[in-house]
């Protein structure tokens, strides 16, 4: 099963669910035997909350699961979902709904973003993560900016690490001409572009000047799970929080952008020969 307490959270409420349609069973009716109302057992399904194990226990008993074996399974999940993920020492900085976002990173065996702002998350380099963290004030920057250029380094490990998920990354041509952090920062951070996309798992292209604006209007990340029981997710982020879209018609219309954005950019190859004419003029 993937790895991050937020994917097991959602395998384990996904299995939940099939077992009390298959028992006929109504939310509300679910609801109330575990002293809950409707509401929850949809959040539960959903993997947004946490798991008491007596719920999960009276719910396998509604739901006429009474093999020993099998019940101590669904237990032993929801105790792996409670686990707490490396990111737990940083929560005072996230918001819920970011969390959420780097438990699934996590678990995903395909990371597609696109971006017209800032070079991707995954993809900065450490004082580029200082200078957007600091909102380009280095006389800003405290302890918890400081905590949270560790968070973004610690994020960046799952590209590296044994069974490292896929990045495609597209991004827009204005990207790599605003100078965050100055001019020394973005040549340090169009070298580290190089470096990472020589890396077999990290694809990376840019969507020149004459090509913008088609594809899509705002920055997104898609992430894909070899969990079959993980559906595909789009993370729209915006200033008060974000969204997580996974209906299949949202899936389908993201999917199709990343399609024509695949075709709007320029390839790989002419991407690391763009960023080595820039490189080379900073």
Known sequence: MSGAPTARRIVLGAQLRRL????????AEAGYAIRGSDSKISRMELGRVGFKERDVADLLTMYGVHDATERAQFLDMVRMSNERGWWHRYTDLMPDWFQDFVGLEE?????????LQFVPGLLQ???????????????HIDEPTERRVRLRLQRQKVLTRQNAPRLW?????SVLHRP???????RRQIEHLLEMTR??????QMVAYGMSGYAAEGAFSMLRFAEPTLPDVVYV???????????????ELYGRVIDRLAVDAETPDQTRQTLSKLRAGL
């Open 199 to 204: 890396q077999p798992n990290i694809t990376l």
């Open 20 to 27: 009390r349609e298959a028992a006929e069973i109504s939310r």
């Open 180 to 186: 965050i952090g100055g001019p020394a920062v973005l």
């Open 125 to 139: 380099t450490e004082e580029y993560i200082r200078a957007v963290a600091s909102h380009g004030r280095p006389e």
């Open 107 to 115: 678990s995903a065996s395909l990371i597609q973003n696109y971006e």
């Open 169 to 173: 990354a597209v991004i827009d041509e």
């Open 237 to 251: 982020e915006h200033l008060g929080g974000a969204l997580y879209l996974d209906r299949p018609s949202e899936i």
